[in-house]
């Protein structure tokens, strides 16, 4: 059951996709103030689990803390952080009273957990205008999969996209990408993509690729792709300001661009220098920025990743005359350390500032809109843009896309992954949680930048966290510039990187199969072990597994150090653990607390009791599986319905082959 | 059996007080080269442990990471920060091959303990002038205690130390002081101590009272300890140029302020502003800085905290030159980005510059010492120069003293406090795994930032951290100014917070005899599980329990929304929670693995097989506490030895009781 409930004049985000007739009054749930900014109260009881937010910081049970959904280009994701990139508003309730809340509003908004006082849970926004989506269910999952269902079809990537990728802001030559390719090929791991991040461009120019380093780019693309590669470019969200560069000329000649207040086009400094941010909210600006992925689709290339779309600002022309008037009352320094810290606060604070954000505008159905109004919708709209191009320019085709900011309803259009995080255990553990909560909120092809993307990694981390990376649909090492190497063939010990990648692609056909069932059902990819097990008190307690499809359960290891770990079985199990030739050892266990140990180039999962899954033998690439190698592990008896589909049409018939052991 | 070799010409640092012969050659473990620089390089087997180096980052066993010893004023204790406020140069292999070294250098150095290479041990440092200790033993903790002997004696607080205190960066005038003797004092929570940040003084200068706000101080001391609570001042290592100001006037008189190379007094800013440092390692600066801690003791003051003592800097005058260069250059900001960057990056990196760091120097016996070369020592001789002084001023009786920075061998003199953390779960666990290292290097009142220094504290996070509170020495609730008021009272439910705080006071004669028994015999508070079943495989390998004293283990809770944890038992044991209104549980549980359940307001602890322990009732106060409510709890025929004394004098005399059960 789902009710609408419409505050003031809202924008319509698009985030919702069916038609729901408007509900007059308010909801049974909660307490509610809408005068000029909104509110809504409603008071925990003891035991109650609140689920949702999506790419939101810390629990699976968001309980305890405070969030705000405002889509932050936040480099440093420690527990206290309350924004990071995405903004999904939508929570689920799960006690005595069972509800969900869908707040569709592209503004910031904030969700008091039972941060303030324990029991006490306050959403609130400045305007009071948006949609408010109640919904009741029999359980918390049924509620995620009503939500679901109005909020539209998830993205499908092309299955090369559930091949192993390697990414690091740093490569910047022909010679970069060949010798990443080379290590995996040499040392047998397997690869299918290289991610392309800011350099390979000219000058950070969108569109462009650096003529001197990638002369004749085709004829590259094709050479990578031969070796079973794609290469796949980063696009930023700002247009480097250049007279001359196309894209650049087109924008201000068509008005394409956010303006200020005096219909001036808005000037933020990013990776390129100065830029302009396509008006992605404005129809037609967005059809004009998505038509130019083209001119690096008809050079071969099949995926892209949109980044710096909170927007991200480094600086305004305005925030820097702000520092320079600063600089100049204190460069003396006659007050000491106030004056110093007023020039670091301000030199620090220009970067992303609300005040920027309040001054640029979008152009929708001839309105202008301020941005910070509809702020967290830009990596949205910007993705959609892309995605509705890929529509003309390759009808049909699949192409791999995933954003850094994100709203929901950009979950039909790509995936997510979830910005820069660091080489820290505790962010192995935080992608884990951030995972079925990604999926409520309908986003299914997401992953985190294993092994981290800020400070340096260790051998260690890397092993443990891509043995998580194995079951999360986007696998994709990343590492920023100045941290060390962090390529699975540079810590010596190959085969122990060789083996736990290899996991992934002997698993793939499983993965791939859930990933398209939870897609055609509304459904999630991985949950909770409340949303499969809601009777057991204390599975819906646990924070550091996953149920991933129908069939098993996942326990990584997050610690340093360590021999294995705790897990908790709802049910009989078999625990299988995947070694390197292809090995793996499986033991019952029962019900119950268990001690598992987990040597770090080990690849633990537990299949559900009854049930068994496909494997296939490891191979270089998606497209090098051998689907004859295919047998069946797990329960004697048991059937598995295995979707697969091409992998590569929007139209592709899903073929379902019964498995059984 | 313990053997010294001597590199170079070391500085003698006085860490270590046994004298003992200089042997020749080159030790049988590892391979060093000490050519210019020092390296020992050592590769480790698979299982062997690496433990020690004190208030280093991340786990008990230090494999897998790169620690430098460089006393640092490092804010954000995130997992990859390699410097903290310590340099505890002391490690020990635990293997087939198991010896401890203590290098006894006191400039920056380099333990790479598996962290380039998986199996390979590294330290090393850039001048081949130190002292190496190589001690063998029959295991880890045997190695541990025997250096323990040759550092000397760790510090004894006084009794009321052990007390509970509430500190926070922001109180200001009586009031704000009275406002938290009321807060704990209405609400019925034991407390003895309100730690004074920097506020207390007048402008920042040390050795003095905002008289505005504090008139007639020593009356004010007085009527908090007619409440059975002390206050403890900071103190801070820059001492405030000023004419007129005594400390400041006698420091450049008596020539006891560092100095540059051409002999003028050295500037640094920190939160006075411009400030000298005291040549602490001066014995006649040190003589002269220690006594001015009379002019506190004799308005009543009975303990101190020394900050800021790694020294830290927040800029000196040659650091704001090149500063304004770089703003004069690039004020324009005619190349973007680039100019932003070079002017936040000298503006953000004007703190702690090592440039600065090598602009001071020392004179130590007539010879001019660069202060980097021995940077860190600053800490420990600012503390050694409190203690002494505490022996003139009031000789026989203790003073409660703890320290930011510190070096080995300020053990003897005082206590530290792990520094700025902040509010966030995985410094609980931090806090936990610190412990025994420090214990190792001779640490043993040590205690962290309750709930966390920095950022927003929950009520849950507070109430799980005071209960691993309970069991350190020094326990603090401390937060920074800005951050949500901390003080167990601020949240409702004081009855979580009363029960948690007086099981301290509870426990406080077991745990004060156990310090008092560590303390004599040269050997450790705490605990890792490793050093008591050593034979135990899995034993060695748990990093989130320890054992306090000898008859109990703890297994705090340090994870959000947890309805309890796992838990390893070595042997059977008794396991505890103590409850409201003096209520305890208690469930024997048999050897090997548990999930038990402990709700927020609870304290759990397991008594080990066939060992008891006392209980009294809680009390206000450490001085309210009534002996004779003592009961014996834990296994019945169990037999313990309680240490006392009275808690005053230095040299008063430890009595013996048998408790039994």
Redesign the interface.
Known sequence: MIRKYVFGRPFETGAVEEQIGETQGLPLYGEIHSEGSFLFRYVMRDGD?VYGLGEAN??I?K???CYVSDCTDQP?H???KRSLYGAHNFIVVSGEETFGLFFDYPSKMTFDIG?E??ELMTVSCERADLYLYVIEGESAYDVVRQFRKIIGRSYIPPKFAFGFGQSRWGYKTKEDFRNVADGYRSNRIPLDLIYMDIDYMQDYKDFTVNEEEFSDFPAFVAEMKERGIRLIPIIDAGVKVEEGYPVYDEGVRGGYFCKRKDGSDFTA?V?P??THFPDVLNEEAANWFGDHYRSLTDQGIEGFWNDMNEPAI??SQEG?RE??QV??SC???ER??AD?HK??QT??G?ANAPADYRRFYHSVNGQKIRHDLVHNLYGYHMTKAAAQAFGRIAPNRRFLLFSRASYIGMHRYGGIWTGDN?????HLLLNLKMLPSLNMCGFLYVGADLGGF???T???LLLRWLALGVFTPLMRDHSAIGTRDQEAYQ???TEAFRSVIETRYRLLPYLYSEYLKAVYSDDMYCRPLAFVYPEDA?AC?V?DQLIIGDEIMIAPVY?????GR?V?LPEEMRFMKFMKDGCYTEQTLGQG???VEIAVDEVPLFIRAGRCIPLVDAASCVDEIDMRTMKVIGYEGARYERYDDDGIHTDSQVTRTIESL
């Open positions: 689990a810390r629990g049970n309980r305890g803390y440093n420690t527990e206290d941060y006082k324990t400094s990776w220098g100065e480094f600086y820097v520092l320079q600089i100049s460069q003396k320094m000491g350390m110093l020039i670091q030199a620090g220009l660091h080489s820290w255990w505790s800020g400070a340096d260790t051998k260690e810590f010596g010990d204390f307690g924070e610690t340093e150090n360590a021999r705790y908790y607390h268990h001690y």
